[in-house]
Antibody, heavy 121, light 107 residues
C-alpha cells in the first residue's frame, strides 16, 4: 500500500525558513518522480515543484524558484522541500504527491494528507 | 504558462442527474490532462488521466473526454458522495498548472 506522510509544517515569520519532509512507502522510490503541491486556505491547488525518480532533475513554479529547493534521500525514502525567504503568500497546506508517468502523460496518483505552513509575524 | 480555465465555477445538480464540467487550456496539451476530486477536509484524489482513462477503483459513472484545448468531465448520475470540488490539471508543459476548480453542489 502506498503511503505518503508529510511533516515539518508550522508557524514561521516572514523571511524565515522551514524544511518539509515526506516519508514514502509501498513503492520503489527511485522509479517515480515526486512533487509538492500546495493549497492556500480556501483556495485551489498550485503545483510547486517536481523531482525526478533518481533526483537528477528538478522543476519549480516561478513563484518559488530561487527560494525553495526540492530533494530526496533515496536511502531514507524521504522527499524534502527546503523553503527559504518565506512570504505570507506561501501560507498553505503542502501536499506530497507521487507522480506516475506513462508513455503519453503523467498523473498524481497518490497524495499525502498535507502539512500546514503558516507565514505570519 | 498554460492557463487552465474551468467552467462553471459552481454547478448545482440534483442527485441522480448528469453533471458536465468543462476545462479549457490556453494552448494545446494534447491528452496530457488529469481530473482530481477533492472533498472538504480531504486530500485530492485522481479520477481521470490521459484525458479519458479512469484511475483505479473509480466508478464508471465518471468519464473524461477531449484533447488539445477542450476537455470535459462527465458524471452520469450524481451520487451523494460526488458532491465535491473538481480540478483539471495539465502535465504537458512546465510549469504544470491546475484549473481553478468547479464546485459541484446539491441543488
Amino acid at each position: 500500500e502506498v503511503q505518503l506522510v508529510e511533516s515539518g509544517g508550522g508557524l514561521v515569520q516572514p523571511g524565515g525558513s522551514l524544511r518539509l519532509s515526506c516519508s514514502a512507502s509501498g513503492f520503489t522510490f527511485t522509479t517515480y518522480a515526486m512533487d509538492w503541491v500546495r493549497q492556500a486556505p480556501g483556495k485551489g491547488l498550485e503545483w510547486v515543484s517536481t523531482i525526478s525518480g533518481t533526483g537528477g532533475d528538478t522543476y519549480y513554479a516561478d513563484s518559488v524558484r530561487g527560494r525553495f529547493t526540492i530533494s530526496k534521500d533515496i536511502s531514507k525514502n524521504t522527499l524534502y522541500l527546503q523553503m527559504d525567504s518565506l512570504r505570507a503568500e506561501d501560507t498553505a497546506l503542502y501536499y506530497c504527491v507521487k507522480d506516475t508517468c506513462g508513455s503519453t502523460s503523467c498523473r498524481f496518483d497518490y497524495w499525502g494528507q498535507g502539512t500546514l505552513v503558516t507565514v505570519s509575524p | 504558462e498554460i492557463v487552465m480555465t474551468q467552467s462553471p465555477a459552481t454547478l448545482s445538480v440534483s442527485p441522480g442527474e448528469r453533471a458536465t464540467l468543462s476545462c479549457r487550456a490556453s494552448q494545446s496539451v494534447d491528452t496530457n490532462l488529469a481530473w482530481y476530486q477533492q472533498k472538504p477536509g480531504h486530500s485530492p484524489c485522481l479520477l481521470i488521466y490521459d484525458a479519458s482513462t479512469r484511475a483505479t477503483d473509480i466508478p464508471a459513472r465518471f468519464s473524461g473526454s477531449g484533447s488539445g484545448t477542450e476537455f470535459t468531465l462527465t458524471i452520469s448520475s450524481l451520487q451523494s458522495e460526488d458532491f465535491a470540488v473538481y480540478y483539471c490539471h495539465q502535465h504537458k508543459h512546465w510549469p504544470r498548472t491546475f484549473g481553478q476548480g468547479t464546485k459541484v453542489e446539491i441543488k
